[in-house]
Nanobody, 123 residues
Framework: QVQLVESGGGLVQAGGSLRLSCAAS????????MGWFRQAPGKEREFVAT????????IYADSVKGRFTISRDNAKSTVYLQMNSLKPEDTAVYYC????????????????WGQGTQVTVSS
C-alpha cells in the first residue's frame, strides 16, 4: 500500500506560479512511476505529466508543455509539479498518482491516488 499526500495548491493570479508536492509513504518510492492528473469542474480527470522511476523519462500533456515541470526526489519520496505561467484554464483539483508498471498517462492504469489539492487561477 502506498499513501500519497499532495500539498502546495492555492489561489494565484494568471501568469503566476505554484509548486505542488506529493509525499509518498508505505513502499519503496523509486519502484513507482509517478504522475500528475487534474480534474476541472464538470470535466473528466485528465493527464498532466508523468515521470520515470529515476527521473529520466518525462511526458507532458500538450496543454502544459513548456509551462509545467515534473521532477522527483527519491531520497525524500516526493514528486513535484512546478507550474509557471498559469492560466485560468489550469484551475482544477490536481491529483498525484503512482503506478508500479509504467509511466501513467491514463487514469485507468493507476495503482494509487492522492486525495487532491485545489489550484485556482484567477484572471
Amino acid at each position: 500500500q502506498v499513501q500519497l499526500v499532495e500539498s502546495g495548491g492555492g489561489l494565484v493570479q494568471a501568469g503566476g506560479s505554484l509548486r505542488l508536492s506529493c509525499a509518498a509513504s508505505g513502499r519503496t518510492f523509486s519502484n513507482y512511476y509517478m504522475g500528475w492528473f487534474r480534474q476541472a469542474p464538470g470535466k473528466e480527470r485528465e493527464f498532466v505529466a508523468t515521470i520515470g522511476r529515476f527521473g529520466f523519462s518525462k511526458i507532458y500533456a500538450d496543454s502544459v508543455k513548456g509551462r509545467f515541470t515534473i521532477s522527483r526526489d527519491n531520497a525524500k519520496s516526493t514528486v513535484y509539479l512546478q507550474m509557471n505561467s498559469l492560466k485560468p484554464e489550469d484551475t482544477a483539483v490536481y491529483y498525484c498518482a503512482a503506478d508500479l508498471s509504467t509511466l501513467p498517462t491514463t487514469e485507468h492504469q493507476i495503482d494509487y491516488w492522492g486525495q487532491g489539492t485545489q489550484v485556482t487561477v484567477s484572471s
